[in-house]
């Protein structure tokens, strides 16, 4: 009985289009933008190693690209402000790396409440 | 009982416990759900003593590693299709754990991550290699003691501890949307599956037969189990905790392995940084060599090969060709530049799959007094056992669905 509703969700899980089916991508560059901040902050206070530090960022830069690769809207304000991140020089300042972080949360709120 | 021994098998035990899939979702779950998945992990936690107990005991009173009781247990259909699944399990697990350590590594020199992960793969391969059972245990183990460093970034940033003992308390947390509920679902399942892997007792049940475990063993085996899991644990809950504190507020959902040494360094700085990565590392070495080793035993266990590190190389010809050529082929899996963290998904999702076949014939022997005489299981481990199975049963049925619903826990 529960087979075909289950099939169902699995199948709209699978093939949605639009910024329902983006909204993973969303959540993971907001992360990543924040984590990114946390990096640089961390890293202005001397706590992190010269090594890590690059290491992060090649790693972040690289998910941050995939996941802006991943959008089926990419010309969306959600897509603006990934590129937007993917835009920011490696040691950019963590308050404007939260800026596009906190844009991408407030998006995914606002789609997650929709 | 020899106390220096058993303290090392304590000690090993603890270092050992943390994984790159535990890593990641006590990461993870910390920051998503702040203290409310500490139960699932402390919950996994007394599965895993209940089993690998059963399966310590089962190596010293009836001199059977888990495999081999498949294979009597579910008859040749069923024990081949188990044997399958949990090669693929265990082999897409060890590639995790070999991405895993090379990531770690390349945050520690920089050096590129194709590169350590052929690196790697080479010293691992030389290090079964070369060192005897016990030692291979020991090394990483105790050198994964380093992670005791998260333990102490998490007292350092004076948690909220009413909160965290909270967080022991089964919950579902309150005003959760229907997706939300969902991912916490997925974050379940998967925690269990984290800290309950096949692999775990495949390696620990042929151990105890490499270290020909007989009666006077029984009280390690016990000890070990309970204590040495049981403070390992306490390692993953406070990777939870502290991702939680520190984390969750600043909008991180940990998306790259490295996130989680952050919580050494905002409070020790460098020198915590590197403790963490070290501890890191060679927790997550030991894994890789853990899951390539288990899922050699359990293929040479199978089909009656000889088998054990206790011989030398060349004395048990079919088993070492097939641990090299699994270590091998995670490292194929690893240089196609799968993502570790899809690859951590992967082996979670797998193993819950495995894991009731696993543990059904562990079950069913460690309960018969034909092959235990008086160390049948007693009440409580029946009683538990049934329990983790139905858990895990119930787990395994859940998990495709929950993955794909949740896209791999993404929302």
């Given at each position: 009985?529960?087979?075909?509703?289950?099939?169902?969700?699995?199948?709209?899980?699978?093939?949605?289009?639009?910024?329902?089916?983006?909204?993973?991508?969303?959540?993971?560059?907001?992360?990543?933008?924040?984590?990114?901040?946390?990096?640089?902050?961390?890293?202005?206070?001397?706590?992190?190693?010269?090594?890590?530090?690059?290491?992060?960022?090649?790693?972040?830069?690289?998910?941050?690209?995939?996941?802006?690769?991943?959008?089926?809207?990419?010309?969306?304000?959600?897509?603006?402000?990934?590129?937007?991140?993917?835009?920011?020089?490696?040691?950019?300042?963590?308050?404007?790396?939260?800026?596009?972080?906190?844009?991408?949360?407030?998006?995914?709120?606002?789609?997650?409440?929709? | 009982?020899?106390?220096?021994?058993l303290t090392?098998g304590i000690m090993t035990a603890v270092g050992g416990f943390v994984d790159?899939?535990e890593?990641?979702?006590a990461?993870?779950?910390?920051?998503?759900?702040?203290?409310?998945?500490i139960w699932v992990f402390a919950f996994s936690t007394i599965g895993i003593i209940v089993f690998s107990e059963m399966?310590g005991?089962?190596?010293?009173?009836?001199?059977?590693?888990?495999?081999?009781?498949?294979?009597?247990?579910?008859?040749?259909?069923?024990?081949?299709?188990?044997?399958?699944?949990?090669?693929?399990?265990?082999?897409?697990?060890?590639?995790?754990?070999?991405?895993?350590?090379?990531?770690?590594?390349?945050?520690?020199?920089?050096?590129?991550?194709?590169?350590?992960?052929?690196?790697?793969?080479?010293?691992?391969?030389?290090?079964?290699?070369?060192?005897?059972?016990?030692?291979?245990?020991?090394?990483?183990g105790?050198?994964g003691l380093?992670m005791i460093?998260f333990a102490?970034?998490l007292?350092?940033?004076?948690?909220?501890?009413?909160?965290i003992a909270?967080g022991f308390?089964?919950?579902?947390?309150?005003?959760?949307?229907?997706?939300?509920?969902?991912?916490?679902?997925?974050?379940?399942?998967?925690i269990i599956?984290a800290v309950m892997f096949?692999?775990e007792v495949?390696?620990y049940?042929?151990?105890?037969?490499?270290?020909?475990?007989?009666?006077?063993?029984?009280l390690t085996n016990r000890i070990t189990s309970i204590v040495g899991m049981g403070l390992g644990s306490l390692l993953g809950i406070a990777i939870l905790s502290?991702?939680?504190?520190?984390?969750?507020?600043?909008?991180?959902?940990?998306?790259?392995?490295?996130?989680?040494?952050?919580?050494?360094?905002?409070?020790?700085?460098?020198?915590?940084?590197?403790?963490?990565?070290?501890?890191?590392?060679?927790a997550?070495?030991?894994?890789?060599?853990?899951?390539?080793?288990?899922?050699?035993?359990?293929?040479?266990?199978?089909?009656?090969?000889?088998?054990?590190?206790?011989?030398?190389?060349?004395?048990?010809?079919?088993?070492?060709?097939?641990?090299?050529?699994?270590?091998?082929?995670?490292?194929?899996?690893?240089?196609?530049?799968?993502?570790?963290?899809?690859?951590?998904?992967?082996?979670?999702?797998?193993?819950?799959?495995?894991?009731?076949?696993?543990?059904?014939?562990?079950?069913?022997?460690?309960?018969?007094?034909?092959?235990?005489?008086?160390?049948?299981?007693?009440?409580t481990a029946?009683?538990l056992?049934?329990?983790y199975?139905?858990?895990?049963?119930?787990?395994?049925?859940?998990?495709?669905?929950?993955?794909?619903?949740?896209?791999?826990?993404?929302?």
């Open positions: 009985m529960l087979r075909k509703p289950l099939l169902l969700a699995l199948m709209v899980a699978g093939c949605s289009k639009g910024p329902q089916a983006d909204l993973q991508y969303i959540e993971q560059a907001r992360s990543l933008g924040a984590e990114w901040a946390l990096v640089n902050e961390q890293a202005s206070q001397g706590k992190l190693t010269k090594t890590y530090v690059s290491s992060m960022h090649e790693w972040l830069r690289d998910q941050l690209q995939s996941s802006a690769t991943s959008l089926t809207q990419p010309n969306s304000r959600y897509g603006e402000e990934i590129r937007a991140l993917l835009q920011q020089p490696d040691d950019a300042l963590p308050e404007q790396l939260r800026v596009h972080s906190n844009a991408l949360k407030q998006i995914e709120d606002q789609l997650e409440s929709a | 009982m020899n106390p220096l021994e090392l790159i899939s890593l990641v979702f990461a993870k779950a910390g920051s998503q759900f702040g203290y409310a998945l399966s005991r089962v190596a010293a009173v009836a001199k059977q590693p888990v495999f081999n009781l498949m294979r009597h247990r579910l008859g040749l259909k069923l024990g081949l299709i188990t044997l399958a699944a949990s090669i693929v399990s265990n082999l897409i697990t060890c590639a995790a754990e070999l991405g895993g350590v090379s990531l770690i590594l390349n945050y520690l020199t920089g050096a590129p991550y194709m590169l350590m992960a052929i690196v790697m793969t080479a010293a691992l391969i030389a290090s079964i290699w070369v060192l005897p059972f016990k030692w291979i245990e020991r090394v990483y105790l050198l380093f460093i102490a970034a007292i350092a940033i004076h948690p909220p501890w009413d909160k909270g308390v089964p919950q579902i947390p309150h005003g959760l949307s229907t997706k939300e509920l969902l991912v916490f679902a997925y974050f379940v399942v998967a599956s096949p692999y495949y390696f049940s042929s151990g105890g037969i490499e270290e020909e475990w007989g009666l006077k063993d029984l502290s991702s939680a504190q520190l984390f969750g507020p600043a909008n991180v959902s940990p998306e790259i392995p490295g996130t989680a040494a952050l919580e050494a360094a905002i409070p020790f700085g460098k020198w915590g940084l590197i403790v963490a990565l070290l501890g890191m590392f060679f997550v070495a030991g894994a890789a060599v853990e899951t390539c080793l288990a899922n050699a035993y359990s293929i040479a266990q199978f089909f009656g090969w000889i088998w054990g590190r206790h011989k030398k190389p060349w004395e048990a010809p079919r088993f070492t060709l097939t641990w090299v050529a699994l270590f091998l082929l995670a490292l194929a899996i690893v240089l196609t530049g799968v993502d570790v963290m899809v690859l951590v998904e992967f082996a979670i999702l797998f193993s819950i799959l495995v894991l009731p076949l696993t543990y059904l014939p562990l079950l069913l022997l460690s309960g018969d007094r034909k092959y235990m005489g008086q160390y049948v299981n007693g009440s029946k009683t056992g049934w329990l199975f139905g858990v895990i049963t119930l787990a395994a049925i859940a998990a495709l669905p929950l993955y794909f619903l949740t896209s791999g826990g993404n929302g």
